[in-house]
């Protein structure tokens, strides 16, 4: 598991008000139905993003992490993966998920990211650049959604798993000359389940395949440093948003 309930992601440095949000049910291309969060200023500014969760799937943590994306002046939609298997329904930390997350497939969870792309573009940001973040899990995908002709500017994975191939055979390292927008990786030097030869081989990959790259290791941080409580850890996650606003910034002339 990434974030238990009890996690927050910290505050951005720089913010423009105070956003809104509420939660929505989004219907897929073959009629499921999921769980999402959507978050904005009453007079956005700037770019939009797809928030893609951890393993638990839509919860706490990235509800507020798309209102501090909103504050941002950054329009954001988080989604859940889980609509075919569990249905469309909040759930707490007593989830199940493992049993979801193996029926989960790279065509329904990008069917389902469709959907939250398809509801950013037809409520105001048909013509905004936009980008898709994630973490863990779903920072792998994030990884993933980068070879697709989604008409992304950017994708920013957190610590996403670089042997996970859901079902197709092609694990992210397999798949990173295929990518076609820039990338922020955000990893911690500490965190066993992503060792340093993967990112080596994921920074090899990008450079060779030309993809403009910045992969980012804190020394000492684990796996989930991006967490207000991790107070040892604020440098690390003060200096990840500054690079992920500096990174939408710098691209949101492209895409969208």
Known sequence: MCYDDNARPPEPAKTNGSAQGEDLVLTASDGNRIMAYFARLSNPTGAQILIYPDVRGLHTFYKELALRYAETGVTAIAMDYFGRSAGPSARDESFEYMPHVQQLTLPTAFADATAALDYLRSNG?????????????????????????????????????????????????????????????????????????????????????????????????PHSFFDRRAAEHAEASADAWRRVQDFISAHSGQGG
């Open 125 to 221: 940001g048909q013509d905004r650049a936009t980008f898709i973040t994630g973490f863990c899990m779903g920072g792998t995908l994030t990884l993933i959604s980068g070879t697709q002709d989604w008409g992304l500017a950017g994708i920013i994975p957190f610590y996403s798993g670089l042997s996970r191939d859901f079902g197709t055979g092609r694990p992210p390292l397999e798949q990173a000359a295929d990518i076609k927008c820039p990338v922020l990786g955000l990893y911690g030097g500490a965190d066993p389940s992503i060792p340093p030869d993967q990112l080596a081989e994921l920074n090899k990959q990008l450079h060779t395949a030309g993809v403009e790259h910045d992969i980012v290791i804190y020394p000492g941080a």
